[in-house]
């Protein structure tokens, strides 16, 4: 018997896990008594596990050298795995999509990274995509999403600014740790390169760290992902920073072959038109070469052909009909940038 005399009080059924149709039971050392050699014990149905031969197999070799049987010769196996890593699993195999990812969970790469592992390591396909697809929301593939993903994180740091940024937005370490433990997944590697950008903002954004001065935040207001960048390897930070390096120098490239306001059709505002588009390219060449941001750089300063700086002795000037052709430059500019993330923060 699974509970019998003093037993009684030191092992437990899991509340949702054990079927009394099961033909498997598996017994785990409960963390609440684990000084006192309590345990926990699961018991499912075999049908359920022979999707994934992997982790049925995993589940029903024990680390106990002698094969313990229950009431009606239901053998009790004693698997490696941790107790709450395979509840995950079991609850996902019995009730699908059941895990608890929302839409403000940006942190499930760090938080389900042991599910992801099992998921990979005994070939869980539904439950390796239904990870993926939650991770891949935070790290949007088209600039268009990228950009609303940026606004959604601003507005909730505008909301609650006693937070530092890192608390708001989804925090690239573990994502890079993920793909680097996992060379072969494609769908790891595609967001790799837009974790390693983000990176690179963080690694000069002085805002993400604590200011020494009257107005600082606690301590305790910074989260501790933050600690995680300390995990990555030289390699992935030194890449960080240089591929911030190649975007500014694209930048640079773009600035020699643009044309924009050349051929103004506006004869009489010709000379406004021609001193607004200098004053927009002095701006932009004096910002971009410190711009720890350049997509947003770009976007929040120039997209609308507004500057909220002029240099001295200049003024702005009006735009007139090439108005148009100014934002599609700095738009056609800012799809490019992000369709090359690859070729600035991977090695080729």
Known sequence: ??????????????PT??????????????????????????????????????????????????????????????PGEELEDVTRVLKFIYEGESLPLTDNDFDAAYTHSSLFHMSLDYNIHPLQKHLIDHIKKDWPDTLPAWDLRERVYYNRWEAAKHWAHDRHAPEPAAVILLARQYPDNKALQDILPRALYHLSRISVDTGSYPQQNADALKLEDYSPRSARLELLSYEDRFRALAGRE?????????????????NCKAPANQTKCQKGMRA?????????????????????NFSE????????????????????????????????????MNDFFLDR
């Open 1 to 14: 018997m699974l509970r019998t005399g003093m037993e009684s009080r030191l092992n437990t059924h899991h």
């Open 17 to 78: 896990l054990y079927f009394p149709g099961g033909d498997i039971i598996l017994k785990f050392a409960d963390p609440k008594q684990r000084n006192i050699g309590g345990y926990i014990y699961l018991r499912i149905h075999r049908k359920n596990l022979e999707a994934y031969p992997d982790l049925l197999k995993a589940l029903t070799t024990s680390t106990e050298s002698k094969q313990e049987f229950y009431d009606g010769g239901i053998p009790i196996f004693n």
């Open 246 to 262: 190649r975007m500014l120098s694209r930048i640079a490239e773009e600035f020699q072959e643009m044309e924009v306001g050349e």
């Open 280 to 300: 927009r390219l002095a701006i932009i060449t004096q910002n971009f070469l410190t711009a720890w941001d350049p997509l947003t750089m770009l976007k929040d």
């Open 305 to 340: 052909g507004k500057s909220e700086v002029i240099p001295e002795g200049e003024e702005e000037g009006e735009v007139c009909s090439c108005e148009k052709e100014w934002r599609d430059w700095v738009g056609g500019v800012r799809t490019r940038l992000f369709e090359s």
